[in-house]
């Protein structure tokens, strides 16, 4: 009970900034436990920003789901009670529709920072929620189904005709499109549910299954992958504003030059997990020519559907800055 209270007052407290010249000192929370390897990308960020700011600026790590569940920490961010979410968008679509653009993209982040891509982002999460965008860490990872059973074939690839999936607003589209039944549930649901056959496959990212024990039960992945990654980190604008010019330096070059080099650390935890789960017995299905091209068109599809119909104009610019439909056959 003790500690409960300390963190909530912790959580309470204004934007932390100690006298003039001392160190400042941002809050941050994720949306998943930092011992996932989805939060440990944003630990590493933090890190390098705590090493180089030294003395200038800080990032205090409050916690995860723990701390504040994960559909109400962009709330949290935008009335100012922690300074910085680290979150896959999906928790806060409602309040900006455009978080399917970070799904639907598919150009590289270097290209989307020098297209205008990443401002535009910047500037409608700026509108939309009162928060920055400072990072985008994970667009070198994926989605792929996986099954309990290997799925037939279909006129989209694949036929999911009576097959129940976990699903999420995510994928939940693409998975109907494809005959699946979609079944909502937490993410520590899957591996239970999949053992007592009230789903046969789920949606995921191609890195982070071990750490939900999902090894045993993933005996199909189907390829080609879909979708990118969704897991921004963002400010609040007014943290962002009051801090000095050198603490923003900082986190911004931190930021752009660890968006590259994070695609190191996530394509090795996917290429060790990928090899642990092959030794566990699962096997590749793998659509390819029109098959594949037709599957991944169906996917990348919904995120810009679903932002034509709540997004309003700025849908097209996005697709302009952050979609390239030429890569849907790479």
């Known amino acids: 009970m003790k500690r409960r209270t300390v963190l909530a007052a912790g959580l309470a407290a204004p934007f932390v900034s100690?006298?003039?010249?001392?160190?400042?000192?941002?809050?941050?929370?994720?949306?998943?436990?930092?011992?996932?390897?989805?939060?440990?990308v944003f630990g590493n960020y933090m890190e390098r920003v705590n090493a180089r700011g030294r003395g200038i600026v800080r990032i205090q790590y409050l916690g995860g789901p723990e701390v504040t569940p994960s559909p109400r920490q962009a709330a949290s961010l935008q009335r100012g009670l922690v300074d910085i979410v680290h979150?896959?968008?999906?928790?806060?679509?409602?309040?900006?529709?455009?978080v399917d653009a970070l799904l639907g993209a598919n150009r590289p982040i270097q290209e989307?920072?020098?297209?205008?891509?990443?401002?535009?982002?910047?500037?409608?999460?700026?509108?939309?929620?009162?928060?920055?965008?400072?990072?985008?860490?994970?667009?070198?990872?994926?989605?792929?189904?996986?099954?309990?059973?290997?799925?037939?074939?279909?006129?989209?690839?694949?036929?999911?005709?009576?097959?129940?999936?976990?699903?999420?607003?995510?994928?939940?589209?693409?998975?109907?499109?494809?005959?699946?039944?979609?079944?909502?549930?937490?993410?520590?649901?899957?591996?239970?549910?999949?053992?007592?056959?009230?789903?046969?496959?789920?949606?995921?990212?191609?890195?982070?299954?071990?750490g939900l024990g999902l090894e045993p039960v993933a005996k199909w992945r189907l390829d080609p992958d879909y979708y990118r990654g969704n897991t921004p980190a963002?400010?609040?604008?007014?943290?962002?504003n009051r801090l000095s010019a050198e603490a923003k330096q900082i986190l911004e070059e931190e930021a752009i030059r660890?968006?590259?080099?994070?695609?190191?650390?996530?394509?090795?935890?996917?290429?060790?997990?990928?090899?642990?789960l092959r030794a566990a017995g699962m096997q590749i299905m793998t659509l390819e020519g029109d098959a594949a091209r037709r599957y991944r068109t169906l996917a990348f599809s919904f995120p810009w559907q679903r932002m034509e119909q709540r997004?309003?104009?700025?849908?097209?610019?996005?697709?302009?800055?952050?979609?390239?439909?030429?890569?849907?056959?790479a």
């Open 18 to 40: 100690s006298p003039a010249r001392a160190e400042t000192v941002l809050r941050a929370i994720t949306a998943v436990p930092m011992a996932t390897a989805i939060a440990q």
């Open 87 to 98: 979150s896959p968008g999906a928790f806060y679509a409602g309040e900006v529709p455009e």
């Open 112 to 210: 989307m920072r020098q297209n205008g891509g990443v401002a535009l982002l910047d500037e409608i999460w700026q509108r939309r929620i009162n928060a920055k965008f400072l990072g985008w860490f994970d667009t070198v990872v994926a989605f792929h189904m996986y099954f309990a059973n290997r799925p037939p074939p279909g006129p989209q690839g694949v036929d999911l005709s009576g097959v129940r999936m976990f699903t999420t607003p995510t994928f939940r589209d693409f998975q109907v499109a494809l005959g699946a039944t979609p079944v909502a549930m937490a993410l520590g649901e899957i591996r239970p549910s999949m053992d007592r056959g009230v789903i046969q496959g789920f949606g995921y990212p191609n890195y982070g299954l071990a």
């Open 234 to 240: 963002i400010i609040n604008r007014y943290a962002w």
């Open 258 to 276: 660890w968006e590259v080099e994070a695609a190191q650390f996530i394509l090795g935890h996917r290429d060790r997990e990928y090899e642990a």
């Open 311 to 329: 997004a309003g104009d700025t849908v097209q610019r996005l697709r302009a800055l952050l979609f390239d439909e030429a890569r849907l056959s």
